[in-house]
């Protein structure tokens, strides 16, 4: 392929770099691409994110030198997806991913990653067991949050956070086999499997009685089940053990639900 100067080749070949990790070759033709035709909408998309490579790119040349010396390095190759993810590098960050989940397919942090992403490229195969999340709108806690639980050997703990970010299938999956888990009954709540749901969430309330929790989510079974009069003993019992939007306004509607105030 002959590159005339036109922006767009440019641009194009920076796409080819960046996937063969030839960074400051992308950077030089992102450099390139902007002198040709800084009004080319492919480059007004990627100059910018090339403008700020002083705060990235030393971090992601570093993590590769890693990689290079251990490609099954699946702990340094989901570091660089979710700094390249952060820095809008969606398909070198999607790279990476693959690379981990070959590694080690069980990985629990790839496994969420890579739903994450697939969902951003609108790919609904590829995303799999992962609902949509927005990679733009993730909070910044985001990253952390999935470093904590990927290293929790407690799948209540995984699957609490993929409650957390409204992933209750994947959540049921993690603790499916738990008895007494309040993530499951919680996940099968979040999945409308009320006939399922009900035996795990009154299981996890005798399983753990003073965990706030497993009364709230008892509160919400009741009140789909009708029971209003449940659901709002349940609430209420919820609240003394830790004060809940949730809990509160489970019983809220069970009370309006009986004409009370």
């Not at 499916?176 to 749901?197: N, P």
């Amino acid at each position: 392929m002959k590159y005339s100067g036109d922006a767009g080749d440019y641009v194009t070949r920076a796409h080819y770099r960046m996937r063969l990790r030839d960074w400051q070759g992308a950077a030089a033709d992102v450099d390139e691409a902007n002198k040709a035709d800084a009004t080319n909408e492919s480059v007004k998309a990627i100059y910018p994110l090339f403008e700020r490579k002083e705060l990235w790119l030393p971090a992601v040349e570093k993590l590769e030198a890693s990689i290079a010396k251990d490609p099954k390095n699946t702990g340094a190759l989901l570091d660089e997806a979710e700094l390249l993810s952060n820095e809008g590098f969606f398909d070198p960050a999607r790279d990476d991913i693959a690379a981990a989940l070959k590694a080690d397919p069980k990985s629990f942090r790839a496994r969420v990653w890579g739903g994450v992403l697939a969902w951003q490229k609108h790919d609904e195969k590829r995303a799999g067991e992962v609902m949509e999340l927005n990679v733009d709108e993730l909070p910044k806690s985001f990253g952390k949050d999935l470093k904590a639980a990927d290293a929790s050997p407690d799948p209540e703990v995984r699957a609490e956070f993929l409650l957390k970010y409204k992933q209750p299938w994947m959540a049921f999956q993690e603790v499916k086999g738990v008895d007494g888990s309040v993530a499951k009954g919680r996940a099968l709540l979040a999945l409308d499997d009320i006939a399922e749901a009900g035996p795990a969430v009154r299981r996890a309330v005798e399983a753990h009685p003073q965990d706030a929790a497993a009364w709230e989510a008892l509160a919400q079974l009741e009140l789909e089940s009708g029971n209003n009069n449940e659901a709002i003993a349940a609430a209420e019992r919820s609240l003394k053990l830790k004060p809940s939007d949730t809990a509160e306004e489970t019983r809220r509607d069970a009370q309006t639900r009986l004409g009370k105030k």
